[in-house]
């Protein structure tokens, strides 16, 4: 049988009752298409988790500085020093300990100047660059800068919550707060801390009012880097900061982007990869039941061809390219609509649609795999026909 004379038969074949094999393979349509719907959203979701991934934890790399009694292990000074690292934007030198985390905080209430309302508060040491490093916001007045650190003036800055605890909302009549009995001007109260909540509650000093709390040595440095130089950055760092400590220093460096779109991906494709294999087998047993019906039905043409002279192979070949065609065709459909579908969900959710166009291309030849798969027995029964009996 010449293969073109093959290929007609086939089709007529499939063709000769267009709504059981239209509904044949409507299986093998839903299975890839839930396969390339799996895949796409899977990948386009992937993607959106690295677009959204927190860009505040991906660009924030943290030093912490363990305290040594006979030497400071990292300088004041040592911030400007990781500032010239390529990729950093911002660093601060952030100094803490434990009796300075439990300071009584007491301020003048506007409303009343004779009367001192008193908080427990924490004290932190920071270097001037503090708010662009945390990307806090300036609610009123300013950031203490260099020459008040110079100078050692008594100025401090009041995180937004510690702020409104001592009852200071205004700084036009330069309120003042008292600690250990001593008085320091509040020059500015700063909120939107997005990377240290914890100073929210603070009162911040600069560093050279640190030994009035006991905070001279740094115990903590908060760097902030381009989107993808942290890791780089979290290297080097140590090195910048204490090239004889370097391994006295932790660093905390944020997962990776990478790691995280590829573990959506993985969890989505876990969830419902299982449909479209179900989808799949539910197809393929659909075309193997519709083939075996047919073949029960034209077993007078079968005995008839093989009377004329067509071999097994023949009458095997045209029945597994008939149910081939029905998968291919299923294919063909679903990685369109699958397509699609992606398409349209990303547009709902204002995603950018990520196509793997591998899979899209590889959808039609998996439901024709499918489908010869599914008439490799009906067309092997059809061959094993004696015409004799075929035809009687």
Do not use: C
Request: glycine fraction near 10%; hydrophobic fraction near 50%; proline fraction near 5%.
């Amino acid at each position: 049988m010449h293969i073109r004379d093959l290929w007609t038969e086939s089709l007529a074949g499939m063709l000769a009752r267009p709504v059981r094999s239209a509904l044949t393979t409507l299986g093998t349509v839903l299975g890839i298409t839930t396969l390339v719907v799996t895949m796409g959203i899977a990948a386009t979701a992937g993607n959106q988790i690295v677009g959204r991934f927190d860009e505040l934890l991906a660009t924030s790399v943290t030093v912490e500085v363990p305290q040594n009694n006979r030497q400071a292990l990292v300088s004041w000074q040592a911030a400007a020093e990781v500032r010239r690292l390529r990729g950093v934007l911002s660093a601060t030198a952030l100094a803490q300990n434990e009796k300075s985390s439990n300071l009584v905080v007491t301020a003048n209430n506007l409303l009343d100047p004779t009367r001192l309302s008193g908080q427990t508060l924490a004290v932190v040491a920071a270097t001037p660059d503090l708010p662009a490093t945390t990307r806090g916001k300036l609610l009123a007045g300013r950031f203490y800068d260099t020459g008040h650190n110079a100078r050692g003036d008594r100025v401090v800055v009041l995180g937004e919550q510690a702020a409104g605890m001592l009852g200071i909302t205004r700084l036009d009549h330069a309120p003042a707060v008292f600690v250990n009995d001593r008085a320091y001007t509040v020059i500015g109260i700063i909120g939107g801390l997005q990377r240290e909540q914890i100073l929210a509650s603070a009162v911040l000093v600069p560093p050279a009012l640190g030994p009035d709390f006991g905070l001279n040595n740094v115990t903590r440095v908060l760097i902030g880097t381009q989107l993808g130089a942290a890791e780089l950055i979290a290297r080097q760092a140590p090195l910048a900061l204490s090239p004889n400590h370097t391994g006295e220093l932790q660093v905390i460096a944020p997962p990776s982007p990478k790691r995280a779109r590829d573990g959506a991906q993985d969890d989505v494709n876990g969830l419902f990869l299982i449909l479209g294999l179900v989808s799949l087998i539910v197809g393929a047993v659909g075309i193997a039941n519709v083939t075996l019906v047919t073949i029960m039905e034209r077993v007078a043409e079968i005995g008839l061809r093989r009377a004329l002279g067509a071999a097994r192979r023949h009458i095997a070949a045209q029945f597994l390219l008939e149910s081939s065609l029905i998968g291919l065709t299923g294919g063909v459909i679903g990685a369109s609509l699958g397509t699609i579908a992606v398409v349209i969900v990303a547009a709902l959710r204002q995603w950018t649609p990520v196509l793997d166009f591998r899979m899209a291309l590889a959808a039609p030849a998996a439901g024709a795999l499918v489908g010869l798969l599914a008439g490799l027995y009906p067309a092997l029964r059809a061959a094993r026909m004696e015409p004799v009996d075929a035809l009687r």
